[in-house]
C-alpha cells in the first residue's frame, strides 16, 4: 500500500471540500448579496484547480494505492457533490488505519 500517496489524497480530499464549502457559503453569496463577484473570481480558480487534482489523484491512486473500483467512483463523486468528499475521506483514513494494521500485524 502507498500510505504517502493514501495521506496526500487524504488531505487534498479535505481541502476541496472545504474549497466547496466557502465557494458555496461564502464567495457566491459575497457575489450575490454583497455585490462583490471578485470572490467568486478568487475562490472558484482555486476551487477549480483542487477539483482537478483531486480527480488526477484518485485516479492515479486507484492503482498506486490501491483504491478499489467502488472507492474510486466514491472519490470521484464525491469531487463533484458537496460534502460527499467529507464522507470519501472517512472511508480513505479507515483504508489506511486498515493498512497500518496489515503491516503491524
Excluded at 7 to 31: Q, R, Y
Excluded at 40 to 65: D, K, N, W, Y
Excluded at 89 to 102: A, I, M
Aim: charged share 10%; with cysteine; glycine share 8%.
Amino acid at each position: 500500500m502507498n500510505r504517502a500517496l493514501l495521506k496526500w489524497l487524504i488531505a487534498i480530499c479535505l481541502i476541496e471540500g472545504i474549497s466547496t464549502l466557502v465557494l458555496f457559503f461564502v464567495a457566491m453569496p459575497m457575489k450575490y448579496f454583497a455585490d462583490q463577484p471578485q470572490w467568486v473570481s478568487v475562490v472558484g480558480p482555486i476551487h477549480g484547480l483542487l477539483f482537478v487534482v483531486l480527480v488526477l489523484m484518485f485516479l492515479v491512486g486507484r492503482r498506486a494505492v490501491p483504491l478499489s473500483n467502488g472507492l474510486l467512483l466514491a472519490g470521484l463523486a464525491g469531487a463533484v457533490l458537496p460534502l460527499v468528499p467529507f464522507v470519501v475521506d472517512v472511508w480513505l483514513v479507515r483504508l489506511l488505519r486498515e493498512g497500518s494494521k496489515e503491516s503491524a500485524g
